[in-house]
T-cell receptor
Framework: GNSVTQMEGPVTLSEEAFLTINCTYT??????LFWYVQYPGEGLQLLLK?????DKGSNKGFEATYRKETTSFHLEKGSVQVSDSAVYFC??????????FGDGTTLTVKP | DSGVTQTPKHLITATGQRVTLRCSPR?????VYWYQQSLDQGLQFLIQ???????AKGNILERFSAQQFPDLHSELNLSSLELGDSALYFC???????????????FGPGTRLTVL
């Protein structure tokens, strides 16, 4: 079956540090890949997405590139802010409609 | 605001009881998904409906059932509740279900269920 493996957290960074959260996947077919963010006490919000190989999703300074050869979709941001503290989920959808989420990575950014 | 609404926001009930959670998708979305988020099991996909029909099933217990109505809202029914069913239940919706951009899911704020 499909699976998503995320870098284990928690991750603690200082403000303005560089962020990478690793995500690798296994799936049949050609999945679409997503990063979602969950702020404390809220639901998941779509952060960015990529629907085919070599696509780059970007939003709010975050980026991730769909790498079919390494089955990866790592999330990066050049300079994190305190307000980026949240839980980040990597996810995939296949043509069969089933969704698979990673376990989530908790990011804490300290001033 | 994602445009997906869920009611109630909080629900406290006792073991053995039955509850119904409600979800209204974004305007124009045909697919509805249900997820359970608990501390020990993370985010688990339960079930998906597309235009009234069951489309995909995940780790949904037999005590749980769902349906999508003609107006596209959906209900998740949880029965014979156990302490372990305490969790956040999220609903999400998407335009379609065939993969690609139309399968992008938008999440509601969730219903927090506490079973005492």
């Amino acid at each position: 079956g499909n699976s998503v493996t995320q870098m284990e957290g928690p991750v603690t960074l200082s403000e303005e540090a560089f962020l990478t959260i690793n995500c690798t996947y296994t799936a049949t077919g050609y999945p679409s890949l997503f990063w979602y963010v969950q702020y404390p006490g809220e639901g998941l919000q779509l952060l960015l997405k990529a629907t085919k190989a070599d696509d780059k999703g970007s939003n709010k300074g975050f980026e991730a590139t769909y790498r079919k050869e390494t089955t990866s979709f790592h999330l990066e941001k050049g300079s994190v802010q305190v307000s980026d503290s949240a839980v980040y989920f990597c996810a995939l959808n296949t043509n069969a409609g089933k969704s698979t989420f990673g376990d989530g990575t908790t990011l804490t950014v300290k001033p | 605001d994602s445009g997906v609404t869920q009611t109630p926001k909080h629900l406290i009930t006792a073991t053995g009881q039955r509850v119904t959670l409600r979800c209204s998708p974004r305007s124009g979305d045909l697919s509805v998904y249900w997820y359970q988020q608990s501390l020990d099991q993370g985010l688990q996909f339960l079930i998906q409906y597309y235009n009234g029909e069951e489309r995909a099933k995940g780790n949904i217990l037999e005590r749980f059932s769902a349906q999508q109505f003609p107006d596209l809202h959906s209900e998740l029914n949880l029965s014979s509740l156990e302490l372990g069913d305490s969790a956040l239940y999220f609903c999400a919706s998407s335009v379609g279900d065939s993969g690609g951009p139309v399968s992008t899911q938008y999440f509601g704020p969730g219903t927090r269920l506490t079973v005492l």
